[in-house]
Nanobody, 123 residues
Framework: QVQLVESGGGLAQAGGSLRLSCAAS????????LAWFRQAPGKDREFVAG????????RYADSVKGRFTITRDNAKSTVNLQMDSLKPEDTAIYYC????????????????WGPGTQVTVSS
């Protein structure tokens, strides 16, 4: 059974940094992609960033380009999201999710989700 567990959330000041990690287990993730989504109170869930497990492709939402970096550690089966230059509008619960083959921005296309980790950015 696939399990995804996020960690690294917390409180940061505007302009600061946080690093999220997603530990994946339960299957071989070759030909899968892992993505980060977020959901702020009263707002829809939105795509943040995605990465191929065994390929070069990455994708970012326009709102985080140049500030967030997604990387993977295949040996540890983890995917990280380095978040720099944080803004109050980055405040949300952040979720990791996996799906096969291609990075897409629609959350409904992802098969497995973690429980989420809270990120709060104060102004």
């Amino acid at each position: 059974q696939v399990q995804l567990v996020e960690s690294g959330g917390g409180l940061a000041q505007a302009g600061g940094s946080l690093r999220l990690s997603c530990a994946a287990s339960g299957r071989t993730f070759s030909n899968y992609v892992l993505a980060w989504f977020r959901q702020a109170p009263g707002k829809d869930r939105e795509f943040v960033a995605g990465i191929q497990w065994n390929g070069p492709d990455t994708r970012y939402a326009d709102s985080v380009k140049g500030r967030f970096t997604i990387t993977r550690d295949n040996a540890k089966s983890t995917v990280n999201l380095q978040m720099d230059s944080l803004k109050p509008e980055d405040t949300a619960i952040y979720y990791c999710a996996v799906r096969p083959f291609t990075i897409v921005t629609w959350g409904g296309a992802y098969n497995y989700w973690g429980p989420g980790t809270q990120v709060t950015v104060s102004s």
